[in-house]
């Protein structure tokens, strides 16, 4: 008579702790998925750092007369991504 009171009791929090477990392993996913992203981060503002560096020195090449442009750029450059030129 026990039995027949205890199974469902038993079964339901066997359902409960399998979700948990589904639950939890999304979670650890998910955590080790955002750890991953601020290399990514890192690596892509650095790529975007080298582009435009290398703008800035093909565009003083092709006109050597922008130097006052050349300065607004490298204090932007330093403004903007908080890095010396």
Do not use: C, W
Request: proline share 6%.
């Amino acid at each position: 008579m026990a039995e027949t009171f205890f199974n469902p009791v038993i079964h339901k929090l066997v359902d409960q702790v399998a979700q948990q477990v589904e639950l939890l392993k999304r979670v650890h996913n998910e955590v080790n998925s955002l750890k991953d992203e601020p290399e990514i981060s890192s690596h892509s503002l650095k790529m975007q750092k080298r582009r435009y560096r290398s703008e800035i020195k093909r565009a003083t090449l092709r006109r050597p007369h922008v130097d006052g442009l050349k300065t607004l750029l490298i204090g932007l450059n330093k403004f903007i991504f908080n890095i010396p030129p």
